[in-house]
């Protein structure tokens, strides 16, 4: 079982509503991230949060609003997406971004995803 | 463009054969990670190996780097067919914010 939990697994959406995809992680984790995943392809990362901060926001449009309501929580809030946005939402945490004593990234714990359709 | 690219894209093999994929990456790093995904999950972290290191074992993971080649590879041992997955090659982008760049990966099938 993966230690990051998403909700909900799958979510059809059409293009004028507004929905949420969250996740929750309780491993003390202090970065948190969401990637977008298409099929046959790798992640694409969208934003990185540390220490509930936003850090990263890789020119992600508008209609993709991130949330980070405490440590162990992370919302995605969509509104007004368009077909293109149709993937597979990957949340991650790791300890922290980046430790400068070990000098390295840290690995990341990804959740099983949230597979979105867009109609 | 992604910074690791994977080759093969594609591997099939037997079981209890050796499954070797590698990836290439463009700039300088602190590290590189390989991670997993099975089909319709997340990913899994395997292995991380740093710049300094140049080969590292886990199990029936054997990773390797060669940073003059800016290039590493992951040896999967004695494949079984739940090593059947995509595996991803993820570098630091030299930038100590944390951002993971991914390879495009391999799918490796292991028929039983």
């Known amino acids: 079982d993966t230690e990051v939990t998403q909700t909900p697994k799958h979510l059809v959406m059409g293009m004028t509503n507004k929905k949420s995809l969250k996740c929750e992680q309780h491993?003390?984790?202090?970065?948190m991230y969401w990637y977008k995943q298409k099929a046959k392809k790798p992640p694409e990362l969208m934003f990185v949060?540390?220490?509930?901060?936003?850090?990263i926001n890789e020119s992600v449009p508008s209609r993709f609003s991130p949330e980070c309501p405490n440590s162990s929580l992370l919302n995605l809030h969509l509104h007004a997406l368009q077909p293109e946005d149709s993937a597979l939402y990957l949340c991650?945490?790791?300890?922290?971004?980046?430790?400068?004593?070990?000098?390295?990234?840290?690995?990341?714990?990804f959740g099983d995803g949230t597979r979105l359709s867009i109609l | 463009s992604q910074q690791g690219e994977e080759d093969p894209q594609a591997l099939s093999i037997q079981e209890g054969e050796n499954a070797t994929m590698n990836c290439s990456y463009k700039?300088?790093?602190?590290?590189l990670q390989w991670y997993r995904q099975n089909s319709g999950r997340g990913l899994v972290h395997l292995i991380l190996?740093?710049?300094?290191?140049r080969e590292k074992h886990s199990g029936r993971l054997r990773v390797t780097l060669d940073t003059s080649k800016k290039s590493s590879s992951l040896l999967i041992t004695a494949s079984r067919a739940a090593d059947t997955a995509s595996y991803f090659c993820a570098t630091d982008d030299y930038s100590n914010t944390g951002k993971l760049i991914f390879g495009q990966g391999t799918t490796l099938q292991v028929k039983p």
């Open positions: 190996i740093r710049s300094n290191e």
């Open positions: 991650a945490s790791s300890q922290y971004t980046y430790s400068a004593t070990q000098r390295e990234n840290q690995p990341q714990h």
């Open positions: 491993m003390g984790h202090r970065a």
């Open positions: 700039t300088s790093i602190n590290n």
């Open positions: 949060y540390s220490y509930e901060k936003l850090s």
